[in-house]
């Protein structure tokens, strides 16, 4: 039994994981509960994951949201090998390591000449944010706009769970405990709203933040064309900066390498993190203008400098892996294979709202990016009780098809690795056909047959 676990093992782990552990985004007491099993993932291959009972699944969000190239991908796999043997971390306090001054140089390689010229490494996409954040307060105040405090952001957007972070999202039960606590930021719907508000509030605005395309945590909700656009020039016309947090859309995810692509639109802080390293090691970056850069040069006694780190800033077992990582989209034309994968799932996608009309509300997609809403009765709006938890029934059912995933509240999502193949796609969705069926449909079918 390959990548399985002894019995006396796997309750022997089982029992210190509800005692010990304390999972993210979790209600422990449900985890704790002697009737959950907790899945322990023993290995992976491609776009496949392996359980303890060593049952495979397909990575259908790719292990929320990371994995690009596949779980095991012997070149990320080789680089991190061959890094471990020269050395596994070097402080870019004071020094400077290969790995990770090449990547900044690749990662700025990635944008049109002149454009975004400086890397800033930090470790999650967390802290991408939080550095964007202290770059433009700091910005300001070093280039005489110290007035400059406040942050525009967006109803129900997601950009982390630090401090900074977290107040600027806009999803309630993740931000509102906090706000208070946080950043002072005020969120819009949309465009229409933002250019409603005066200048009286746009002149005390550090920076907007928005994920480009697709709001991700939200729901996968995707923006009008045109929305990065008219953002870009809102803040233009205004001296106000533009963060784009490109941490889930990053890498792949919605088509094109980076979703500002697909509006030419260039941010004066980008956010990346999830797929940098193919979804191997926790690293992030933030890269931002030579303009910005610029105003914290000067004397050491000015105190211009950026007084912000971590212990692990510029990882080189990290940077290696993301190096091998870029390597691998242009060795195996990663981008170039996409548009037929988008389009199987396109059509995979239409066919299941065809299936269920009256349980699948709406479908998104976004490159390999999709998100499915499902309706206790869609012709008569009726949405699920939210406790009952639907979307995570489904996706719990989905796992007899083969298929592992994660909803957002009761909309389902489906992501997989850049790596994965028509076929999988397919499988995929029917496995959350199966998923629909055995949760919403069989209980007032079984009901009506045995009528
Ligand atoms: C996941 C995510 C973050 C936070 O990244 P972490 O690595 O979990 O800290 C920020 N923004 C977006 C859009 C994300 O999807």
Known sequence: MRWGMEPDELARLTAWDKNHAWHPFTQMGDW???????????????????????????????????????????????????????????????????????????????????????????????????CAVKMALQYHQLTGSPG?????????????????????????????????????????????????????????????????????????????????TALRRWCDARGVLLICDEVMTGFGRTGRMFACEHEGVVPDFLCIAKGLTGGYMPLAATLTKEKIFEAFLGKYEELKTFFYGHSYTGNPLACAVALASLEVFRREETLTKLPAKIARLTHELSLLKTEFPDKISAVRQCGLIAGIDLMEDVSSGRAHAWEKQTGARVCVAAREAGLLTRPIRDTLVLMPPLCVTEPEITLAVQALAHGIRAVCVSASASASASA
Do not use: C
Request: proline share 3%.
């Open 32 to 130: 704790m509960d002697a009737g959950h099993q907790p899945l322990f993932i023993t290995g992976g291959q491609g776009a496949w994951l392996t359980d303890h009972e060593g049952r495979r699944y397909l990575d259908g969000n790719s292990t929320i949201w990371t994995n690009v190239h596949g779980h095991r991908h012997p070149v990320l796999d080789a680089a991190l090998r061959d890094q471990a043997g020269k050395i596994a971390h070097v402080s870019a306090l004071g020094f400077s390591n290969e790995p990770a001054t090449r990547l900044a140089r690749a990662l700025v390689e990635l944008w049109p000449e002149g454009t975004l010229s400086r890397v800033f490494f930090s470790d999650d996409g967390s802290t991408a944010i939080e």
């Open 148 to 228: 400059r405090t406040r942050f525009a952001a967006f109803t129900n957007a997601y950009h982390g769970d630090t401090m900074a972070a977290a107040t600027l999202g806009g999803i309630g039960v993740f931000a509102d405990r906090f706000r208070r606590f946080g950043l002072e930021t005020r969120h819009f719907e949309g465009m229409a709203e933002l250019d409603a508000a005066g200048e009286d509030f746009s002149r005390t605005v550090a920076a907007v933040i928005v994920e480009p395309m697709v709001q991700g945590s939200a729901g996968m909700q995707l923006w009008p064309a045109g929305m990065l």
